[in-house]
């Protein structure tokens, strides 16, 4: 089973400045991770696939990048909205793991 | 537009059962995997069973296996998940996922809003 390690636990940052949240793999693969957002009280949303690729209507501050064991959320400038928890996914093998989640909050 | 909606859920003693149910509508249900993921009170995301658009092919973590079935009815436009034996640890909202493929190996680009089963005495 592939462990997913997220970092930091929590990020406390202020209106527009710029997140970056980290996802670490116990084991390589190439692209198959995707991100979500989840805010209080609702189900997960899906931000980013393949490592690198936006869902449909995610707005442009919300990148991906990375490969192998190491992979990063970027949001650019944070917006109210954003303030949430993000979970990293892996779906290279069975089981699909998630990671332990990043809360991003209000500096 | 696709709508995922789980129902089902509730409080039950321990060593007890459930059928949960997942209505799907805005997309072609058979042709996509579909899966369960829980999230325990506090805690973080974790897939719980999967099953292929056709419905041949399931998948269970093993916390669950013995303990739940999926299943789908392609006519229905419905996902199931029987949950037997339930212990105070499968606490959790219980939350229903749509796959962009037609098997294992995928992203979840659809969650439904989630349903809550609570094990107590």
């Known amino acids: 089973e592939i462990v997913l390690t997220q970092s930091p636990g929590t990020l406390s940052l202020s209106l527009g400045e710029r997140a970056t949240l980290s996802c670490r793999a116990s084991?390589?693969?190439?692209?198959?991770l995707a991100w979500y957002q989840q805010k209080v009280g609702q189900a997960p949303r899906l931000l980013i696939f393949g490592a690198s690729g936006r869902a449909t209507g995610i707005p442009d501050r919300f990148s991906g990048g990375g490969s192998g064991t190491d992979f990063t959320l970027t949001i650019s400038r944070l917006e109210p909205e954003d303030f949430a928890v993000y979970y990293c996914?892996?779906?290279?093998?069975?089981?699909?793991?998630f990671g332990q989640g990043t809360k991003v909050e209000i500096k | 537009e696709v709508h995922l909606v789980e129902s089902g859920g509730g409080l039950v003693q321990p060593g007890g059962s459930l059928r949960l149910s997942c209505a799907a509508s805005g997309f072609t249900f058979s042709n996509y995997a579909m899966s369960w993921v829980r999230q325990g009170p506090g805690k973080g995301l974790a897939w719980v069973s999967g099953i292929s658009g056709s419905g041949s092919n399931t998948y269970y973590a093993d916390s669950v296996k013995g303990r739940f079935t999926i299943s789908r009815d392609n006519s229905k436009n419905t996902l199931y998940l029987q949950v037997n034996s339930l212990r105070a640890d499968d606490t959790a909202v219980y939350y229903c996922?749509?796959?962009?493929?037609?098997?294992?190996?995928?992203?979840?680009?659809?969650w439904g809003q989630g349903t809550l089963v609570t094990v107590s005495s």
């Open positions: 084991q390589s693969f190439s692209s198959q």
């Open positions: 996914q892996q779906y290279a093998s069975s089981p699909k793991t």
């Open positions: 996922a749509k796959d962009r493929g037609d098997d294992s190996g995928y992203y979840y680009d659809h």
